[in-house]
Antibody, heavy 113, light 112 residues
Framework: EVQLVESGGGLVQPGGSLRLSCAAS????????MYWVRQVPGKGLEWVSR????????SYADSVKGRLTISRDNAKNTLYLQMNSLRAEDTAVYFC??????WGQGTLVTVSS | DVVMTQSPLSLPVTLGQPASISCRSS???????????LNWFQQRPGQSPRRLIYKVSDRDSGVPDRFSGSGSGTDFTLKISRVEAEDVGVYYCMQSTHWPWTFGQGTKVEIK
């Protein structure tokens, strides 16, 4: 069974940092592009970042460029999102996505003082 | 960025009746390899999104054949031939031709 399990979300103050993790199982993780997508509760979906199968290529939405960093550890079947200089507008549920057809359940990040 | 515009944004439907959602992009979604990377996602209440359709009209594994996608260039449609209760949720079109990929605003399908 394919599983993507996110962790690391929580409440953080503006300007703070957080690191999200996504543990993958049930498919060949090292063969897939992986992505982070976010959704403000009750609102639409926004692509945040992507990384190719070996981690050598990454892309970011303009809204997060320079503040969020995507990475992966294929030996551990894990995807990461390092989130720095967080803003209130980063508050959202963050989904880990594999190959566009594998989605995690999401982890909520709340940026508030 | 490519803007994806869906209509309608709310779609009340009668069980067993057809439903149709339109999606238009601000520029052509034909990629340099000749493929058109237009996807449709379903998000049921309280769940993560699930992809239904990719490359305009290809159904993902396990997706009922009452769901179909069509279109070309900048104009696309998702059709549900006979709506069932489990189809309630929000449907998003999404283009994966031009980075940053972008979603439509979503269409909320509900039962009348």
């Amino acid at each position: 069974e394919v599983q993507l399990v996110e962790s690391g979300g929580g409440l953080v103050q503006p300007g703070g940092s957080l690191r999200l993790s996504c543990a993958a199982s049930g498919f060949i993780f090292s063969s897939y592009w992986m992505y982070w997508v976010r959704q403000v509760p009750g609102k639409g979906l926004e692509w945040v970042s992507r990384i190719n199968s070996d981690g050598s290529t990454t892309s970011y939405a303009d809204s997060v460029k320079g503040r969020l960093t995507i990475s992966r550890d294929n030996a551990k079947n894990t995807l990461y999102l390092q989130m720095n200089s967080l803003r209130a507008e980063d508050t959202a549920v963050y989904f880990c996505v594999g190959g566009l057809n594998k989605w995690g359940q999401g982890t909520l990040v709340t940026v508030s003082s | 960025d490519v803007v994806m515009t869906q209509s309608p944004l709310s779609l009340p439907v009668t069980l067993g009746q057809p439903a149709s959602i339109s999606c238009r992009s601000s520029q052509s979604l034909v990629y340099s390899d000749g493929n058109t990377y237009l996807n449709w996602f379903q998000q049921r209440p309280g769940q993560s999104p699930r992809r239904l359709i990719y490359k305009v009209s290809d159904r993902d594994s396990g997706v009922p054949d009452r769901f179909s996608g069509s279109g070309s260039g900048t104009d696309f449609t998702l059709k549900i031939s006979r709506v069932e209760a489990e189809d309630v949720g929000v449907y998003y079109c999404m283009q994966s031709t031009h980075w940053p990929w972008t979603f439509g605003q979503g269409t909320k399908v509900e039962i009348k």
